[in-house]
């Protein structure tokens, strides 16, 4: 199909997916149940950390996550001491482990303490940088507290040549306007057309297939040729796509 007949089809695709029903099969769901803005992003960057596996799994995983948070996150992030660490003992999601979300717990309240939180880490370190780029120096922020070397491969570095799935998914979560309510767009300082595409093997696979991506891995420079292919279709909000890529991998094996 040429390039009209494409973009139709995933308008078509990126409407049916992105509707209130795709929040009950999807991670998505646990963040909304939140409705301070803080809440919202920091239950959310813990889920999308944890979103690799099985989706069902990582449903579970992060309700038990915020049990143990006292369904408050931020509340919990901004009082959490070493008293607190006990309640952890073990929880794993995959190979992310006590140990791994209890230095998340720390890195984020050092970040809402001392940086202005989320959004503003994250404005500052993409100003006049692609918001790769600031993920990057986001992620050096992250990791400045003393931790275990082993806790830096669950905050993917987009400058090591990594798709970064799961952060972008985040940043796709509170950036991008949505106005059937699946993504949040709690965060104004940031532009959906900045957004990339959280590249996975299903969006990865049906990118290919549509002729979108020709690169073979799933990595950073993939990235870069898939968002230069959804931003032709679509410059202001590029990332509406993942919702079409996603859904007829998943949903259709197309």
């Known amino acids: 199909m040429d390039r009209s007949e494409l973009k139709e089809f995933l308008d078509e695709k990126a409407a049916f997916y992105n509707q209130p029903k795709f929040i009950e099969t999807d991670p998505i769901q646990i963040p909304h149940l939140f409705t301070k803005k803080e809440d919202i992003e920091i239950a959310a960057f813990l889920i999308a950390t944890i979103a690799w596996g099985n989706r069902k799994g990582i449903i579970t995983n992060g309700t038990k996550l915020m049990e143990l948070m006292e369904w408050s996150p931020y509340d919990f992030v901004m009082h959490f001491s070493e008293k607190d660490t006990q309640r952890f003992a073990g929880f794993v999601h995959r190979t992310f482990n006590e140990k791994d979300l209890i230095y998340f717990l720390k890195a984020l309240?050092?970040?809402?303490?001392?940086h202005g939180g989320l959004e503003q880490v994250f404005e500052n370190a993409s100003e006049g940088k692609t918001l790769q780029q600031g993920i990057h120096h986001v992620r050096s922020l992250f990791f400045a507290l003393p931790h275990l070397p082993r806790?830096?491969?669950?905050?993917?570095?987009?400058?090591?040549?990594?798709?970064a799935k799961r952060i972008n998914m985040f940043l796709r979560w509170m950036v991008r306007r949505?106005?059937?309510?699946?993504?949040?767009g709690i965060w104004s300082r940031l532009s959906p057309s900045q957004l990339?595409?959280?590249?996975?093997?299903h969006s990865g696979n049906v990118?290919?297939?549509?002729q979108l991506l020709n690169r073979r891995q799933n990595d950073a420079k993939a990235l870069v040729e898939l968002d230069t292919s959804l931003r032709r279709l679509d410059a202001i909000d590029p990332v509406k796509y993942d919702f079409a890529l996603f859904g007829l991998g998943v949903f259709e094996n197309f």
């Open 109 to 114: 309240q050092n970040i809402y303490q001392h």
């Open 151 to 163: 806790t830096e491969k669950h905050f993917s570095d987009p400058l090591k040549n990594s798709a």
């Open 178 to 184: 949505d106005a059937a309510g699946v993504d949040f």
């Open 196 to 201: 990339s595409c959280p590249l996975d093997v």
């Open 207 to 210: 990118a290919r297939k549509l």
